[in-house]
């Protein structure tokens, strides 16, 4: 059993995310990917697929039956941690309390993108992430479609199939490709936060998964995004993705985003603390 009241975050890192934990991590994405998630991909039944909160917000077996794989394996691997999945807080809300408490959390999203998966685009992903009193530690995004897997380690780096990940400065002289919460999830106040992006160099899009948005700018693909919700199963490992890639991440206040909620939004993250300034900035003005 793991104690944490009294382990640092630096305690926990030198003693917990190690090679095994690691790859053990990484075999057991894979694992329920290939088990629950590809073989279903463009297969799916309609009866395999369910409306939770409006005709935008689906779920599929695919979802629920990775969500159990991940949540078994991952709580066998690491003794004492809990598991905060989106389906079983869509079954239990109280069950996204974990977050706040003090116990090592597994964050994790089965299908990121599910709206992508139905419709048989490859633009899904499986998100994971460990967090330690609400500081995520390590996180993989995994694109089975794609044949991608991106980890990162908090002080370590970020990598993509083992290769380092470096954003690097959006581009001189060319607008700022900021990926945008989409218009059917956003509220009126989010839509006119937002609407600060219709500007003179950039060039705002909606957003497509957000794992892959995240890594998008982890490999310097996209510039930003700005977000509008703050469900940390969508955010944890893609904001410590972009951290260790060496970009930046704000709220609309100004200061950085944190998966324990309470945040300013829209959010943003970003290639570099600059870019990541520049947006935050028109989100607020």
């Not at 935008?56 to 999945?85: I, N, W």
């Not at 897997?149 to 993509?160: E, I, S, Y």
């Not at 060039?203 to 510039?223: H, K, M």
């Given at each position: ?11 926990f ?9 690691m ?12 088990a629950?998630?590809t ?15 409006a ?33 079983a807080v869509?079954?239990?809300?109280a069950?996204y ?15 990121d ?11 899904f992903c499986?998100l994971?992430a ?26 370590r780096?970020a990598?993509?199939n083992?290769?380092?990940l470096?954003a690097?400065?959006?581009a001189p002289?060319t607008?700022?490709?900021?990926a945008t ?8 106040e ?5 609407l600060g992006l219709?500007?003179d ?9 957000a ?11 996209v510039?930003?995004?700005a ?12 904001i410590l993705?972009v ?18 909620g ?7 993250a ?16």
């Amino acid at each position: 059993m793991i104690e944490t009241k009294t382990e640092s975050i630096e305690d926990f890192l030198n003693t917990h995310i190690n090679h095994k934990l690691m790859t053990g991590v990484e075999d057991i994405v894979r694992a329920a990917a290939a088990a629950e998630i590809t073989p279903r991909f463009r297969r799916l039944d309609a009866a395999e697929i369910e409306e939770k909160s409006a005709p935008h917000d689906l779920v599929t077996v695919a979802d629920k039956r990775a969500e159990e794989y991940l949540t078994r394996e991952l709580a066998a691997l690491l003794p004492g941690s809990v598991v905060v999945g989106e389906e079983a807080v869509a079954a239990d809300p109280a069950s996204y309390e974990a977050i706040q408490g003090s116990a090592p959390v597994w964050i994790v999203d089965p299908v990121d993108g599910t709206r992508q998966f139905v419709h048989g685009d490859p633009g899904f992903c499986t998100l994971v992430a460990l967090a330690l009193d609400g500081v995520v530690l390590a996180s993989w995004t995994y694109a089975p479609a794609l044949g991608e897997m991106a980890v990162a380690v908090r002080g370590r780096g970020a990598r993509l199939n083992g290769e380092v990940l470096h954003a690097g400065p959006p581009a001189p002289g060319t607008d700022l490709r900021v990926a945008t919460s989409h218009p059917d999830f956003t509220t009126d106040e989010q839509k006119r936060s937002l609407l600060g992006l219709r500007t003179d160099g950039v060039a705002p899009r909606p957003c497509g998964s957000a794992g892959l948005e995240y890594l998008g700018i982890a490999r310097g693909t996209v510039d930003a995004i700005a977000f509008g919700w703050e469900l940390a199963w969508d955010h944890a490992a893609g904001i410590l993705l972009v951290e260790e890639a060496g970009g930046a991440h704000l709220t609309r206040d100004g200061i950085p985003f944190s998966i324990r909620g309470g945040n300013a939004l829209p959010f943003t993250a970003a290639r570099d603390a600059d870019a990541a300034r520049r947006v935050a900035g028109l989100l607020a003005a």
